[in-house]
Nanobody
Framework: QVQLAESGGGLVQAGGSLRLSCAAS????????MGWFRQAPGQEREFVAL????????VYAEFAKGRFTISRDTAKKTVYLQMNSLESEDTAVYYC??????????????????WGKGTQVTVCS
């Protein structure tokens, strides 16, 4: 079992930046996929970015390309989401997720078995 804990959310002005962290504990993450999702009020949880823990390869949702960067620190067992040029539409609760096995085509929350509790990101214009 893996435990995930997000941090780094907050209030930021449009055009600003935030870096979210996801501290992971539990079993080794070799072979795991780590994902970031977000959920705005009244909307479904949506895919943001995916990272393969072992090789560090990444995949992004279209809206995240060029603005968001997912990365990891293997020694700290932490996954990051650097978010730049934030827009009001980025306001949401951001969640970290983990899945052992799976594929690079995973985009649905149902594909992931472990979740953090989320961190709120609010972008004001």
């Amino acid at each position: 079992q893996v435990q995930l804990a997000e941090s780094g959310g907050g209030l930021v002005q449009a055009g600003g930046s935030l870096r979210l962290s996801c501290a992971a504990s539990g079993r080794t993450f070799s072979g795991a996929f780590m994902g970031w999702f977000r959920q705005a009020p009244g909307q479904e949880r949506e895919f943001v970015a995916l990272l393969g823990w072992t090789v560090g390869t990444t995949v992004y949702a279209e809206f995240a390309k060029g603005r968001f960067t997912i990365s990891r620190d293997t020694a700290k067992k932490t996954v990051y989401l650097q978010m730049n040029s934030l827009e009001s539409e980025d306001t949401a609760v951001y969640y970290c997720a983990a899945r052992y096995g799976g594929s690079w085509y995973m985009r649905s929350p149902a594909d992931f078995g472990s979740w953090g509790k989320g961190t709120q990101v609010t972008v004001c214009s």
